[in-house]
């Protein structure tokens, strides 16, 4: 099985947004999956989401979400809990856990550069956000 393997690592919702679509589109033609989210993007896997602090003042988040609702989009935490459900192996960068006091949801692990890089090193296929 071909391996990919994203490391989301801007703090940019939108890029956030792309990073778990792409995830999830590699997973379903046949991916094996490894996601890292480092920065503010470990909130997106933390037991209390806050997405609304990625990248775009308060208004431009609420008119983003209003529009992607209207399109029939997912929000960015159901896309964060479709990835966990469908196989897509999530990390979460540890020194940024720490430093935000975060915890991650279940089924989340908890790693290093070091995984992301030994991971990537097999890999056909590494993106980053």
Not at 43 to 48: A, G, P, T, V
Not at 98 to 104: A, D, H, N, R, Y
């Amino acid at each position: 099985m071909p391996k990919a393997v994203i490391m989301l690592s801007d703090n940019d919702i939108a890029r956030a947004y792309h990073a778990l679509v792409i995830a999830l589109s590699a997973k379903a033609m046949g991916y094996e999956v490894h996601l890292f989210a480092t920065g503010l993007g470990a909130y997106i896997f933390s037991k209390k989401p806050k997405t609304r602090l990625l990248g775009l003042p308060f208004l431009a988040s609420l008119y983003i979400r209003w529009k992607l609702r209207r399109l029939g989009a997912k929000r960015l935490e159901e896309l964060a809990e479709h990835c966990l459900s469908s196989g897509v192996k999530v990390y979460v960068d540890e020194p940024v856990l720490k430093m935000l006091g975060i915890e991650p949801l279940p089924g989340v692990e908890v790693a290093g550069s070091l995984t992301f890089l030994a991971l990537a090193k097999e890999a056909e296929l590494t993106l980053t956000f």
